[in-house]
């Protein structure tokens, strides 16, 4: 097959390529998948405004960061055991993205060790956590993270346990026993090869808003909320104190029928008023996709599924393609719109109403077909 030309080849090439159980707790999501649909659907109703002879050679894609400039606004969502997509795991994503200055966040269930992980970076890493019911396992990990020289903790808010992901549960889906969470012993580790059951023993169900000053007194780093999609929270976090916000709905593995993430992004934004930066996840897979999102007030996109699509067809070179496929696309977006710098895009350059209302069809990535024992209902 000729080589990949955008992240839905990576998809449809890695469905090919992965046992379908492993495709379908990659891929799936909660419930009956409204709401991973919607990620996608909503993005593609979204229509841009071009700009005629707009006299830009070479736009200025990078952004600011927590401090850092990133080339592109474009990052690595955590996602767990890359391992399950390529033996090389996640030490290859992190020497792929930090081939291209673009930043990794780490899953806590990755399957390699966080040192090894910063050993093979060499761009931004942030350390993505769950509480767990012993506190001290998360902040054991932020205070690795930091001696590590990772720059930003990323505390998951939407997660009390994970969502109900039936392809998972039809499919009686358990890591395989080669793959387990290097980061974690004990009881944080025990029974983690079937993460739902996990979730619900693990996790910290009590978890309230002033544990993000006991991650950043315990790491000296900045933390970020992620899985924030209402005003409401929004006003928590940074009430809190977070130094930034990530839009995201779990990729649709959460709770199902909640917003698409660009639909909730102006809610977002609205309420932060500037005061940390916002950065979205969920359905991102073109440069237009990356362009809607910032003219509705993202800083930068993190994209999680793409990642391991692309390590599962061709390892790190396989993720670096798909990041650069990204980011070009982006670049051209941005002069067929009229943007020179990141700093220009704004709500006028998309059309009136900015992005259509939910849309709860099938999802435009590759899902398995049909089967009596995998019915999607």
Sequence with gaps: MREPLTLDDFARLARGQLPAATWDFIAGGAGRERTLAAN?????????????????????????????????????????????????????????????????????FAGRSLEEVARAASAPLWLQLYCFRDHETTLGLARRARDSGYQALVLTVDTPFTGRRLRDLRNGFAVPAHITPANLTGTAAAGSATPGAHSRLAFDRRLDWSFVARLGAASGLPVLAKGVLTAPDAEA??????????????????????????????????AVRGRCPVLLDGGV??????????????????????????????????????????????????????????????????APPHHAPPHHGPPTAPRPAPHRDRSHG
Excluded: C, K
């Design 40 to 108: 996608e659907a909503v993005f593609g109703a979204v229509r841009l405004r071009p700009r005629a002879l707009p006299g830009i050679e070479e736009p200025d894609t990078s952004v600011e960061v927590l401090g850092s400039r990133w080339p592109a606004p474009v990052g690595i969502a955590p996602v767990a055991y890359h391992g399950l997509a390529h033996p090389d795991g996640e030490p290859a994503t992190a020497a792929a993205a930090g081939a291209l200055g673009l930043p990794l966040v780490v899953s806590t």
């Design 237 to 270: 976090a940074v009430a809190a104190g977070v130094a930034g916000i990530v839009v995201s709905n779990h990729g649709g593995r959460q709770l199902d029928g909640a917003p698409a993430t660009l639909e909730a992004l102006p809610e977002v934004v609205s």
């Design 285 to 350: 897979r073109t440069g237009a996709d990356v362009l809607a999102a910032l003219a509705l007030g993202a800083r930068a996109v993190l994209v999680g599924r793409p990642a391991l699509y692309a390590l599962a067809v061709g390892g790190a070179s396989g993720v670096r393609r798909m990041l650069t496929l990204l980011t070009e696309d982006f670049a051209d977006t941005m002069v067929l719109t009229g943007h020179a710098a990141t700093g220009t895009i704004g709500p006028d350059t998309l």
